[in-house]
């Protein structure tokens, strides 16, 4: 490839909905049709194939990966004075959903080889406060979740997995989503299994919860104008839903192509200066991102830039350092490892219809830096 007419996205869209349009578009025809568009048979008909691809028993469909979160800490009875361990590194979405009930988020280090939040330091982070642990599979790495159940069952924690980058990632041959009193999953677009707008959704195995959740995101309402709960309003439309259902069939063979793309990104990226992820054992990430370690991070971001290839960091400013969580008064310095990979992180472009021309491009690319 000739570096002057190389432009190559961090992240496309156009190779899935070439392939899925016309699917896509049917699906919109059929709600206009129905001329139906909240509480409906798309959004059932989604939430009962979601909960079987993930192997769970109940799934609710709602607005958003973060409602996802609040409603399922609200639903365990989360609350003022609580505390919730999470992990340091993580989309600032994880730790506003514990802000949001009232509860304090407190950061738990990650391993720096996998981003995950590291289980040799949860128990130090335990005080009698402490009600429950939201591990986050970021990047699409399953987290240590055998070491993670074990410790929340010795403190009678409860346990939220952020699944939100892990669509059909599995740990030890189980799907994740399937460890934890509940499991929640956003549906942006840009997620493994992505909507055409907002979406998300929460899967349990535990029907009181499943039924607690689904009305405290309808106006805490179990039939119409009848309310038990003060509840909120964050519902998958019958729009998203029918999209979804599109695109769920396809996520298999999607994740399929990510896997395929990080491995040749593992076996050729060869620089001393750059650090490629490492994998757990009996894992299999879903690789919403890829993401390489370097500590001249700046400069490997201008060098691909200047070779039209763009990258993206996950993410710039840990949560603890941002504005908004000044209240905290962590000061920096205090989580290091987080702020390590906040300086040092660089994520490859990584999305399904990537070619392989492009992704040894990039491989070339890197290895000259
Ligand atoms: C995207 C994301 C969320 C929030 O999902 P939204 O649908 O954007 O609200 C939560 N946690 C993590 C780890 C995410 O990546």
């Not at 505390?83 to 514990?98: C, D, G, K, M, Q």
């Not at 040799?120 to 009600?131: G, Y």
């Not at 038990?228 to 999607?254: C, W, Y």
């Not at 750059?274 to 919403?288: F, G, L, N």
Request: aromatic share 10%; glycine share 8%.
């Amino acid at each position: 490839m000739n570096k002057e007419n190389v432009n190559i996205p961090f992240v496309s869209f156009r190779p899935m909905e070439k392939e899925l349009g016309e699917e896509l578009r049917a699906a919109f025809d059929r709600v206009l049709e129905r001329s139906w568009y909240i509480g409906g048979t798309e959004g059932k008909t989604f939430e009962e194939s979601f909960s079987k691809y993930c192997g769970r028993k109940y799934c609710v469909g709602v607005g958003n990966g973060l409602d996802a979160i609040v409603l399922a800490l609200k639903a365990l009875g989360i609350t003022c004075g609580d505390e919730v361990l999470v992990p340091s590194n993580t989309y600032i979405a994880t730790a506003l959903a514990v802000t949001y009930v009232g509860a304090r988020p407190v950061f738990v280090e990650p391993d720096i080889r996998t981003f995950n939040m590291n289980p040799s330091l949860i128990e130090q982070a335990i005080t009698d406060k402490t009600k429950a642990i939201i591990p986050v599979h970021l990047y699409g790495q399953p987290c240590e979740m055998n070491e993670i159940m074990r410790i929340a069952d010795k403190y009678g924690l409860k346990v939220v997995e952020d699944c939100a980058q892990a669509h059909g990632a599995t740990y030890q041959g189980r799907k994740v989503g399937t460890f934890g009193d509940v499991a929640c999953f956003s549906f942006y677009p840009g997620k493994n299994l992505g909507a055409l707008g907002d979406a998300g959704a929460i899967v349990t195995d535990n029907e009181e919860m499943a039924d607690i959740i689904r009305t405290l995101g309808n106006y805490g309402s179990d039939y119409k104008y009848h309310h038990i709960r003060k509840g909120q309003n964050t519902r998958l439309d019958e729009l998203q839903a029918a999209f979804l259902s599109v695109k769920l069939p396809h996520l298999d063979r999607m994740n399929e192509e990510r896997r395929r793309i990080a491995y040749c990104y593992t076996e050729g990226i060869r620089n001393d200066k750059v650090k490629t992820p490492y994998v757990i054992p009996d894992c299999s990430p879903v690789w919403h991102i890829y993401a390489v370690r370097c500590d001249e991070r700046d400069a490997l971001e201008m060098h691909l830039r200047d070779n039209g290839i763009v990258t993206n960091k996950h993410y710039p400013i840990p949560m603890h350092l941002q504005e908004c969580y000044k209240d905290l008064q962590i000061p920096e310095g205090s989580l290091p490892i987080a702020e390590e990979i906040s300086r040092t992180e660089l994520s490859l472009p990584m999305y399904y219809g990537l070619s392989d021309r492009e992704v040894r491009y990039i491989i070339d690319t890197i290895n000259a830096f």
